[in-house]
């Protein structure tokens, strides 16, 4: 079983700040990772895939990086909008799959 | 546009069954597996099952084998969860979501089951 592992579980941050929330595999899973946002009442939505390509129409603030076992999501200047909880999800073990246990980045 | 909507969702009591649908538009639904997941009130989310694009391939999460069982039927674009033997710790919202090989680009809204006598 691949365990992901995410830090900080919480984030307090001012819009404008920069964001970075990590994401450590408990072995390699290459570039098979991907980030996700929650926010409350919705579904998650895929913003990062193959570790660090952005999905459609998602801003450019958001990057990701990272292989084997540690990954990071970055959003360079925080918007309003981006409060909420994020998740990462790893795929190497395909057709199963596992997701952290989320980080939820909260307005300072 | 790609459209994912779960129904079926309820209040059940402990032991009791349940089966959810997803009704799929806005893509060729056979041609892609397919995964539901599930989030309990609070809490993160969990893989449960996935089934593929033929249906003949399919995996479970242990927490849910032997009692839940995937299913498909491309003719209606429609993906089913069949849910016995229903435990409190079943009690989420469950979403479908579409297989993108080693991630999932597109999610329903959910449809919330509550498992309590």
């Known amino acids: 079983e691949i365990v992901l592992t995410q830090s900080p579980a919480t984030l307090f941050l001012f819009p404008g700040e920069r964001a970075t929330l990590s994401c450590r595999a408990s072995?390699?899973?290459?570039?098979?990772l991907a980030w996700y946002q929650q926010k409350p009442g919705q579904a998650p939505r895929l913003l990062i895939h193959?570790?660090?390509t952005r999905a459609a129409d998602i801003p450019a603030r958001f990057s990701g990086s990272g292989s084997g076992t540690d990954f990071t999501l970055t959003i360079s200047s925080l918007e309003p909008e981006d409060f909420a909880v994020y998740y990462c999800?790893?795929?190497?073990?395909?057709?199963?799959?596992?997701f952290g246990q989320g980080t939820k980045l909260e307005i300072k | 546009e790609v459209q994912l909507v779960e129904s079926g969702g309820g209040l059940i009591h402990p032991g009791g069954s349940l089966r959810l649908s997803c009704a799929a538009s806005g893509f060729t639904f056979s041609s892609y597996s397919m995964k539901w997941v599930r989030q309990a009130p609070g809490k993160g989310l969990e893989w449960v099952s996935y089934?593929?694009?033929?249906?003949?391939?399919?995996y479970y999460a242990d927490s849910v084998k032997g009692r839940f069982t995937i299913s498909r039927d491309n003719a209606k674009n429609s993906l089913y969860l069949q849910m016995n033997s229903l435990r409190v710790e079943d009690t989420a919202v469950y979403f479908c979501a579409r297989d993108n090989r080693w991630d999932l680009d597109h999610w329903g809204q959910g449809t919330l089951v509550t498992v309590s006598s």
């Open positions: 999800q790893q795929g190497s073990n395909w057709p199963l799959c596992s």
């Open positions: 072995q390699s899973i290459s570039t098979y």
């Open positions: 193959d570790a660090s």
């Open positions: 089934i593929s694009s033929s249906g003949i391939s399919i």
